[in-house]
């Protein structure tokens, strides 16, 4: 039993930075763009 809740643990953690880490990837680049968009009216 405990074993199973350590897997579920290790499972739900490793999906949370796998999601974070391409939300980072995604959301930087947009990020950079657009600040470096507004840079150029400036």
Do not use: G, K, Q, R
């Not at 939300?23 to 009216?41: E, H, K, L, V």
């Amino acid at each position: 039993m405990e074993l199973v809740s350590l897997c579920n643990t290790i499972t739900i953690i490793s999906h949370s930075v796998l999601y974070v880490s391409l939300s980072y990837y995604i959301i930087n680049p947009c990020t950079s763009a657009s600040s470096n968009f507004d840079d150029s009216f400036s």
